[in-house]
């Protein structure tokens, strides 16, 4: 039994039993991956994998509870290797952090610029993504922290934890008559919306603030980004809702922001990192830059309450 017999079996499932697939993901040829998987079941002693015919389409019952063990021990080397990594090179290597579009343009930056301060010899890699992507993202190994606001607590496989708390705001251009009295979801649902895609940034709350009224809000234009919603907002294609962050006076001169934490209630942005893994000291760092109270006691705290490991030597 050996790491690339272990690998081929995880990047099967990883490539939905793609062979083809498989072998460019592991730098290796079509063949070469179902003999990796063929001499680890004949030593198993059963098949892991469903066949018909040379394909492989699913897996077997004792697949199914060995690919959880075979995930585990690649993670553990995994985590071995980067705590050595970790002694010798505490200062050098690469950080992922998976956001969505409104964490990565709003929230993110004051951290990415302290981090890079403190460790410039650390290759810092943004990636964007809807919250369920940011999941997958940390799942995959892809990431090493997770942004966002709405999914993250559906997996128990990660560590998430509550930062900061934000409202939305509506955004309007000036002398817009939703300036003129007081706002609530009754008033709001006489006009036409622009807001975000459903599963991003707070968008169940405006749902729920709407169907708790029995009422359908009128949204014209859906979009993953604050930039764009305010776009079109000064075309006049309709009122925008947005994240609270997302609106500087300054930077939007040309718009005006009520507030509306009374109408879609307080959010919580979590951060998120994948429940087993080893985390390098620069990452508790970065965590801590960006929301000062998730320290690193306070993260090795949650690793461990979830039934994690602490890294701490």
Wanted: proline share 4%.
């Amino acid at each position: 039994m050996n790491f690339q017999q272990l690998r081929s079996v995880r990047e099967t499932i990883r490539c939905n039993f793609n062979l083809t697939d498989v072998a460019e993901v592991l730098h290796t040829s079509q063949p070469g991956v179902s003999r990796q998987i063929r001499e680890l079941e004949e030593e198993l002693g059963f098949e892991l994998f469903i066949r018909s015919g040379k394909r492989l389409t699913g897996l077997t019952v004792p697949g199914e509870h060995v690919l959880p063990i075979i995930e585990n021990i690649l993670l553990s080397a995994a985590n071995l290797k980067t705590a050595g990594q970790d002694l010798d090179q505490s200062q050098h290597g690469m950080l992922s952090i998976a956001a969505t579009h409104s964490q990565a343009r709003y929230a993110l930056p004051l951290a990415v610029e302290a981090f890079r301060a403190k460790y410039p010899n650390v290759s810092l890699h943004l990636h964007q993504g809807s919250p369920r992507q940011v999941a997958e993202m940390l799942l995959s190994g892809d990431a090493d922290v997770g942004v966002a606001t709405e999914a993250l607590d559906h997996y128990d496989e990660l560590v998430v934890m509550p930062s900061y708390q934000w409202a939305h705001s509506i955004i309007v251009p000036p002398g817009h008559p939703l300036l003129e009295n007081k706002l609530d979801v009754e008033r709001l649902a006489e006009f036409p919306l622009i807001t975000y895609e459903n599963g991003f940034t707070g968008r169940t709350k405006i749902n729920q603030a709407f169907s708790s009224k029995n009422l359908s809000p009128n949204i014209v234009l859906s979009a993953m980004d604050a930039d764009v919603i305010k776009t079109y907002v000064q075309l006049g294609l309709g009122v925008g809702v947005v994240a609270s962050i997302a609106y500087d006076p300054e930077r939007d001169q040309s718009l005006r922001a009520i507030d509306a934490g009374h109408i879609f209630g307080i959010n919580q942005t979590k951060v998120a990192v994948l429940k087993n893994n080893y985390l390098r000291g620069y990452t508790y760092s970065f965590i801590e830059a960006f929301f000062p109270a998730l320290n690193r006691e306070t993260v090795e705290k949650a690793q461990v309450e979830k039934g994690g490991f602490s890294t701490q030597f």
